[in-house]
């Protein structure tokens, strides 16, 4: 089965406002990585986390290993942050630095 | 630093032709990793190297695509007999070690015809 559950699969928010989306793994995660695709397809490098929280402009992102989730906050959300959003994470236990990804997060923000 | 550099970033085959896709990784980098996106399956790994060497192939088809990285500013990954099914957008990654924080390309969108 899939190892990384990543919700909800879309999300629809107003400029200004702000959500979370979450992801769920399924097995012992050493790192999660958080980005954003754009419009043209390229995967934007949004969080790298081995454990704790980053904090970036109006992104915040927590990775929980023991409780085996990470979230990744949006506040006062703008038209530019539309896009599709993933998690990836890389399995511990020496199984190698393979990202298993989740099924991403379609957001669109409208004025 | 130009990033992850891909090409082409398209290309269209006939059934039963080979694609070879290339990937420079960002110069320094010692791991490149190759993933392919669909609309069904989403994002899957299929490879990667460190330091030019093959780690864990665990995620290519095992007829048809093979991957090789013959120095460490260049991999490519190639099809053979190319199907429908093959059809999506190949991208490339790279780190600056095992694991850490990996960049992707732009991507190769293959169009199996």
């Known amino acids: 089965g899939d190892q990384v559950e990543q919700s909800p699969s879309a999300l629809s928010l107003h400029e200004g406002t702000g959500s979370a989306l979450r992801c769920n793994f399924t097995?012992?995660?050493?790192?999660v990585q958080w980005f954003q695709q754009n419009s043209r397809g390229s995967l934007i490098n949004l969080f790298y986390?081995?454990?704790g929280t980053k904090e970036n402009g109006r992104l915040k992102s927590t990775f929980n290993s023991k409780e085996s989730y990470s979230t990744l906050h949006i506040r006062d959300a703008q038209l530019e942050d539309s896009g599709t959003y993933f998690c990836?994470?890389?399995?511990?236990?020496?199984?190698?630095?393979?990202?298993?990804f989740g099924k991403g997060a379609k957001l669109t923000v409208s004025p | 630093n130009a990033g992850v550099i891909q090409t082409p970033r398209h290309k269209v085959t006939g059934k039963g032709q080979e694609a070879t896709l290339w990937c420079e990784p960002i110069s320094g980098h010692s791991a490149v990793f190759w993933y392919r996106q669909t609309i069904v399956q989403g994002l899957e790994f299929l490879t990667y190297f460190r330091n030019q060497a093959p780690i864990d192939d665990s995620g290519m088809p095992k007829e048809r695509f093979s991957a090789q990285m013959p120095n460490q500013s260049h991999s490519t990954l190639k099809i053979q007999s190319t199907q429908p099914q093959d059809s999506a957008v190949y991208l490339c990654a790279s780190s600056s070690g095992l694991g850490e924080e990996q960049y992707f390309g732009p991507g190769t969108r293959l169009t199996v015809l």
């Open positions: 990836a994470a890389e399995a511990g236990g020496g199984t190698g630095s393979k990202l298993s």
């Open positions: 097995t012992t995660m050493r790192a």
């Open positions: 986390l081995a454990s």
